[in-house]
């Protein structure tokens, strides 16, 4: 029972210290809610918009599958794997590739200044006419400022080490990102987001920018750049061989054209045929234009087969739920940023009341010893 009266003791002590610090947890709590309204006000707005598309499978694909359930049956296909497919799961490497991002720099976009609407690029528009927003400014002058000041010494080396050019051999595989480049790729980490769901067989692409015609249009070129990339290289093979069967069916046209020029000219010089020399002649000269006209047209049938090939193989992208111009902003939940500073002001409070209590006992206590001793 004593037990029990103590802790009733100590509960009670907590809640008249609560009580007796209301001024104290109501100055934190009114702090908090106004950096609470401060920092949700100060951040910048975003506008997300997506793009749900569906790549086409290929029949290699398909018969792999079948091939799967037909040896579990013990029964063997022979399909081989083909690699020239792109699984969807690598979809997000592809977008983080330099060449796709320097494409996404590119984009044209429709900006609303003050002179009226323009079009601008994508890196153009945060390099001349994006502000940033107040919290953001804040951050970059005081937190971020060290940092600031070392990519600005960083960038004064970079330029002194690259005023030696590369060798034309290896400018053709080594590129160079410029201190602009690295800034703009980095913020497109943070906007372009691929969701590959290959359990279903469907992506997700989104793109946020600050304006919301911005983000759909952001939207609608990475997918378009993506789809492309998709396509160049699941054809690329046939292009290859389409690209030498070509330069082997103009040889065989023009090996076919001369063999009938040779033919018509000694026909014409020998109308008459009369002697068993000109007739031999002739024949031979048949033959060779009777092989080059079957070799002209073989390669004829297999160029057509080779331009067959590539549009076959050619991926096609069913969009399912199409790029539109978000009417809502994604970003920030003000309510949320409110409530989450109201719960940290909280915190606070209830650690700074709990450090005091904890700190008055402890004083009590080496009091009640020291008057023991």
């Given at each position: 029972?004593?037990?029990?009266?103590?802790?009733?003791?100590?509960?009670?002590?907590?809640?008249?210290?609560?009580?007796?610090?209301?001024?104290?947890?109501?100055i934190v709590m009114l702090s908090s809610l106004a950096l609470g309204v401060f920092v949700a006000f100060s951040l910048g707005e975003e506008y997300t918009s997506r793009s749900v598309f569906i790549p086409q499978v290929s029949q290699s694909s398909k018969n792999s599958g079948i091939s799967g359930l037909a040896s579990i049956a013990g029964v063997n296909l022979g399909s081989s794997p083909n690699f020239s497919e792109i699984p969807p799961g690598l979809y997000p490497k592809i977008a983080s590739?330099?060449?796709?991002?320097?494409?996404?720099?590119?984009?044209?976009?429709t900006y609303l200044s003050e002179k009226g609407e323009i079009n601008v690029t994508y890196a153009d528009f945060?390099?001349?006419?994006?502000?940033?927003?107040?919290?953001n400014k804040i951050k970059k002058y005081t937190v971020g400022l060290p940092l600031l000041v070392w990519k600005k010494i960083r960038g004064k080396d970079e330029k002194v080490q690259s005023t030696g050019d590369l060798d034309s051999a290896k400018e053709e595989y080594i590129g160079r990102l410029s201190t602009?480049?690295?800034?703009?790729?980095?913020?497109?980490?943070?906007?372009?987001n691929i969701e590959p769901n290959e359990k279903m067989g469907y992506v997700q692409l989104?793109?946020?920018?600050?304006?919301?015609?911005?983000?759909?249009?952001?939207?609608?070129?990475?997918?378009?750049?993506?789809?492309?990339?998709?396509?160049?290289?699941?054809?690329?093979?046939?292009?290859?061989?389409?690209?030498?069967?070509?330069?082997?069916?103009?040889?065989?046209?023009?090996?076919?054209?001369?063999?009938?020029?040779?033919?018509?000219?000694f026909r014409d010089r020998n109308q008459n045929l009369s002697t068993s020399f000109a007739r031999s002649e002739?024949?031979?000269?048949?033959?060779?234009?009777?092989?080059?006209?079957?070799?002209?047209?073989?390669?004829?049938?297999?160029?057509?087969?080779?331009?067959f090939q590539v549009s076959q193989d050619a991926p096609v992208f069913s969009v399912i739920d199409p790029v539109v111009v978000p009417h809502k902003r994604s970003a920030p939940n003000k309510p949320l940023v409110i409530i989450l500073?109201?719960?940290?002001?909280?915190?606070?409070?209830?650690?700074?009341?709990?450090?005091?209590?904890?700190?008055?006992?402890?004083?009590?206590?080496?009091?009640?010893?020291?008057?023991?001793?």
């Open positions: 029972m004593k037990k029990i009266q103590t802790e009733r003791i100590d509960w009670t002590r907590v809640v008249l210290s609560i009580w007796k610090e209301r001024r104290l947890i109501l590739s330099t060449g796709f991002k320097r494409e996404l720099l590119d984009t044209k976009l945060y390099e001349n006419h994006y502000e940033l927003p107040l919290l602009s480049e690295i800034g703009h790729f980095e913020r497109l980490d943070g906007q372009l989104s793109f946020s920018m600050p304006y919301p015609l911005m983000a759909a249009e952001m939207t609608l070129a990475a997918e378009n750049i993506l789809q492309r990339e998709i396509i160049k290289y699941r054809i690329r093979n046939a292009e290859e061989q389409l690209k030498f069967i070509e330069a082997r069916f103009v040889e065989k046209k023009q090996e076919f054209e001369k063999t009938q020029t040779r033919l018509a000219d002739q024949e031979r000269l048949e033959s060779e234009y009777n092989l080059a006209f079957n070799n002209y047209l073989d390669m004829a049938k297999q160029l057509e087969n080779s331009k500073w109201l719960i940290v002001g909280g915190i606070v409070a209830t650690a700074i009341i709990s450090i005091r209590f904890f700190v008055k006992d402890i004083r009590e206590l080496i009091s009640k010893e020291a008057n023991g001793c």
